[in-house]
């Protein structure tokens, strides 16, 4: 079975920068969309950016210009790289992989907690 787990959040002052990774094991397919998403409690989780297998990426546009993601195919890993965070950044930040080779999956991680000091 496929497992995404992610890793490097934490907490960090507004303006400060994060790189979340999320790393796909447990199937030699490939994922051709992997991305993030983000949810704070008693809210609805919501996209953060996406990037397929070729490179085009989709981004919230809360977060454009300040977060950058992108993947090493060779590794099935993607990564978050957030800069100018803002507390309003403050969320568990969840791998997502969908596999479209078939009955199209969907694959999440357990999530990291990212918390932005005012």
């Known amino acids: 079975q496929v497992q995404l787990v992610e890793s490097g959040g934490g907490l960090v002052q507004a303006g400060g920068s994060l790189r979340l990774s999320c790393a796909a094991s447990g199937t030699l397919r490939i994922l051709n969309v992997m991305g993030w998403y983000r949810q704070d409690p008693g809210k609805q989780r919501e996209l953060v950016a996406v990037v397929t297998s070729g490179g085009t990426t989709n981004y919230a546009d809360s977060v454009k210009g300040r977060f950058t993601i992108s993947r090493d195919n060779a590794k099935n890993t993607v990564y978050l790289q957030m800069n100018s965070l803002k507390p309003e950044d403050t969320a568990v930040y969840y791998c997502?992989?969908?596999?479209?080779?078939?009955?199209?999956?969907?694959?999440w991680g357990k999530g990291t907690l990212v918390t932005v000091s005012s």
């Open positions: 997502n992989g969908r596999y479209l080779g078939g009955p199209i999956i969907d694959y």
